[in-house]
T-cell receptor, first 115, second 117 residues
Framework: GENVEQHPSTLSVQEGDSAVIKCTYS??????FPWYKQELGKGPQLIIDIRSNVGEKKDQRIAVTLNKTAKHFSLHITETQPEDSAVYFCAALKGVTGGGNKLTFGTGTQLKVEL | GAVVSQHPSRVICKSGTSVKIECRSLDFQATTMFWYRQFPKQSLMLMAT?????????EQGVEKDKFLINHASLTLSTLTVTSAHPEDSSFYIC?????????????FGPGTRLTVL
């Protein structure tokens, strides 16, 4: 089955700096890669996703890059703000018709943005 | 759009009792919902996939008789933890797949904190 590794487990940055979180996956057939933000005591919130036919996607301060050959994808947050502090999870999925396949999650990254 | 709700948000029960958790898709019809369990400072662990009108598919190691899942309508799935014990204390989160967008996109509910005394 799919295995997703995520690094680093914790990340501290100064407000205004950039933060990068990296994930690798094992199944070359995986074709959908979402990123979730989870605040303490809450459910994960989808912040950005990318499909395997795209190398990069950007949404304001957040961007995701995908390298299919190397089987890794990264989350980039620019101009970090204190409200970006949370746990971030990457995930991978091998989607087929019907979309009932499972997400495999990374182990999470605790991001702390310091003033 | 794509809002998923859960009820209750927090529940405390005595050992041996059963607890039902509801998961609703508020603005879309979800043919497939997923139930996850999350321990403190850990990642999400998929427990089962719930398909409307059919039996749930459980992940290896998850007791189907202990974690009963019912997906009776396109907007509601329920998870019942039967004969709960302290080791069942955890954060339970559901997600739903919105068929209107990418068929693989899952939206998560806010979670239910279960504490078994």
């Amino acid at each position: 089955g799919e295995n997703v590794e995520q690094h680093p487990s914790t990340l501290s940055v100064q407000e205004g700096d950039s933060a990068v979180i990296k994930c690798t996956y094992s199944d070359s057939a995986s074709n959908y890669f979402p990123w979730y933000k989870q605040e303490l005591g809450k459910g994960p919130q989808l912040i950005i996703d990318i499909r395997s036919n795209v190398g990069e996607k950007k949404d304001q301060r957040i961007a995701v890059t995908l390298n299919k050959t190397a089987k890794h994808f990264s989350l980039h947050i620019t101009e970090t703000q204190p409200e970006d502090s949370a746990v971030y999870f990457c995930a991978a999925l091998k989607g087929v018709t019907g979309g009932g396949n499972k997400l495999t999650f990374g182990t999470g990254t605790q991001l702390k943005v310091e003033l | 759009g794509a809002v998923v709700s859960q009820h209750p948000s927090r529940v405390i029960c005595k050992s041996g009792t059963s607890v039902k958790i509801e998961c609703r898709s508020l603005d879309f019809q979800a043919t497939t919902m997923f139930w996850y369990r999350q321990f403190p400072k850990q990642s999400l662990m998929l427990m089962a996939t719930s398909n409307e009108g059919s039996k749930a598919t459980y992940e290896q190691g998850v007791e189907k008789d202990k974690f009963l899942i019912n997906h009776a309508s396109l907007t509601l799935s329920t998870l019942t933890v039967t004969s709960a014990h302290p080791e069942d204390s955890s954060f339970y989160i559901c997600s739903a797949r919105d068929p209107a967008g990418f068929t693989d996109t899952q939206y998560f509910g806010p979670g239910t904190r279960l504490t078994v005394l």
